[in-house]
């Protein structure tokens, strides 16, 4: 399997923003859907938005009007910039293709009151 790598995770205040990155080693996001996950400490992974190969994006209610998530197929590399964040939005973040079952290997998202 195509490794995913993640970066862009940190500490920031309530109202800040952050942008992720997801690195893939070839060109999977041009051929299948890619999407960003979450997990928080004691909770399930939740699904957090989706790209489709065709450019179709859905979002989590909760996110609407506040992330974006958008993808560079010549960098091979899917995005998740995420503004006016919350305490509630501290987690992991992962990227994946569900449908090749890749996974990176996490960021961490920390927002502070």
């Known amino acids: 399997q195509a490794p995913l790598v993640e970066t862009g995770g940190g500490l920031v205040q309530a109202g800040g923003s952050l942008r992720l990155s997801c690195v893939a080693s070839?060109?999977?996001?041009?051929?299948?859907?890619a999407a960003w996950f979450r997990q928080a400490p004691g909770m399930k992974r939740e699904w957090v938005a989706s790209i489709t190969n065709g450019g179709y994006i859905t979002y989590k209610d909760f996110v609407k009007g506040r992330f974006t998530i958008s993808r560079d197929d010549a960098k091979n590399t899917l995005y998740l910039q995420m503004n006016s964040l919350k305490p509630e939005d501290t987690a992991v973040y992962y990227c994946?293709?569900?449908?090749?079952?890749?996974w990176g290997q996490g960021t961490q998202v920390t927002v502070s009151s």
């Open positions: 994946a293709v569900p449908t090749y079952e890749y």
């Open positions: 070839g060109s999977v996001f041009k051929i299948a859907t």
